[in-house]
Each structure stands twice: as C-alpha cells, then as structure tokens.
T-cell receptor
Framework: AQSVTQLDSQVPVFEEAPVELRCNYS??????LFWYVQYPNQGLQLLLK??????LVESINGFEAEFNKSQTSFHLRKPSVHISDTAEYFC????????????FGTGTRLLVSP | SAVISQKPSRDICQRGTSLTIQCQVD?????MFWYRQQPGQSLTLIAT?????????ESGFVIDKFPISRPNLTFSTLTVSNMSPEDSSIYLC?????????????FGEGSRLTVL
C-alpha cells in the first residue's frame, strides 16, 4: 500500500517570496507522483506529475517539483509566488502497474498575502 | 481533458434521509471514481464504478450506505443513505484520461453535503 505525508497543513507567505510545499511518500513499489491544486470554490485540477525521465518537472504557471527517490520526496517549489497562487495543494501517489487508486495527502493550504 | 458536471453542488439534509448525487461526463469513460473529502482531511476513494457491473468499494465503505449506479458510459450516481452528521463532506466524481495509472484524474466541482 502507498501513503503520502504532507507535514504542513498551512503555509503563509508574502507575495513574490519563494515557497516550498513538502511531500513525502511511502511505497514498496515504483510509483507515479502528482500534485493537484484546488483554488477557492473550484474543483481539483492537475498541476504537474512525474512519470519517468527527468526528475524535475514543471507546470505552466511556474511551479516545479523534484522527484527524489532516495528521500522518497516530491516537494513542490515556486521561486516567486503570486496572490493568485492561494489554494489548497494535494500531493498524490499511485503504483506504476496494475490498477490502483490514487492516494492523496492531507493537503497544504498556501496563503499568499500582499 | 474532461468536463464533469455534478448535481447538486451543495445541499443541507436532515439526519436519516438519503441523497443522490449525479455525475455527468462529456465523453465516454470506462471507470468513474467517487471520492469523499471530509473537512480538514484528504480525499478518500469510496468506490470505482464500471459500466455494466457492480461498483468496487474501498475498505470502510459498503454498498448499503453508498449505493452507486452506472447506467451508461457517461453517467453515474452516488447515494448517501441514512445520513448522519458524520456524512457531512464534499463528494467528488472523477474520471481518468490517459494511459494507465499515469493518466490524469479530472474532477467535478464536488457536492457539498451538510447533515443536520
């Protein structure tokens, strides 16, 4: 079975500051990793994902995440946040093979203030 | 991509009643997923609904409490039966696009239920 830990339930940050949202996972098999974002009063949407290849993946709005197998981590980073980045961010994991559910972390609320 | 419509978007229900949530997808899909997002908690998969067969329930969820219908490849319903305040939650319908487990999950905007 897989599990995901997001230690920070809430991360307050000022606009234009850098941010890192932490995600650690546990799995006995190889996995795919995802970050989903939920903006206020909206549904969840995929931000980025790691399937294979380069361990650094990027989103279209400036976020990036790096897969670190030895540390079983997939932290999300952005060098300069905007007010519009205020949202709930969920890390998720699923095994690479066989049908398995997507397991989500408890989420991190990013609060960007001016 | 996938466009998923859920109804109702929110409702306030009385203890002991049942409510059916509808999920409509803009294209045919083999599997539809129902998740629950309780206040302050993560998303938890309730069940996977396949067209033409019984839904597959995750540990802790049973058909009597959460009956699911899947009459065709674009539609599903989830019923929350005999509700109690502990069932107050956001219920989300989801479908996967792409190959295998690496495909992207698309979600509806959710149905927020409050049970009094």
């Amino acid at each position: 079975a897989q599990s995901v830990t997001q230690l920070d339930s809430q991360v307050p940050v000022f606009e234009e500051a850098p941010v890192e949202l932490r995600c650690n996972y546990s799995s006995s098999v190889s996995v795919y990793l995802f970050w989903y974002v939920q903006y206020p009063n909206q549904g969840l949407q995929l931000l980025l994902k790691y399937l294979s290849g380069s361990t650094l993946v990027e989103s279209i709005n400036g976020f990036e995440a790096e897969f670190n197998k030895s540390q079983t981590s997939f932290h999300l980073r952005k060098p300069s946040v905007h007010i519009s980045d205020t949202a709930e961010y969920f890390c998720a994991v699923t095994p690479r093979t066989g049908f398995q559910k997507l397991v989500f972390g408890t989420g991190t609320r990013l609060l960007v203030s001016p | 991509s996938a466009v998923i419509s859920q109804k109702p978007s929110r409702d306030i229900c009385q203890r002991g009643t049942s409510l059916t949530i509808q999920c409509q997808v803009d294209s045919q899909v083999t599997m539809m997923f129902w998740y629950r997002q309780q206040p302050g908690q993560s998303l938890t998969l309730i069940a996977t609904a396949n067209q033409g067969s019984e839904a597959t329930y995750e540990s802790g969820f049973v058909i009597d409490k959460f009956p699911i219908s899947r009459p065709n490849l674009t539609f599903s319903t989830l019923t929350v039966s005999n509700m109690s305040p502990e069932d107050s939650s956001i219920y989300l319908c989801s479908v996967r696009r792409g190959q295998g487990n690496g495909g992207e999950l698309f979600f509806g905007e959710g149905s927020r239920l409050t049970v009094l």
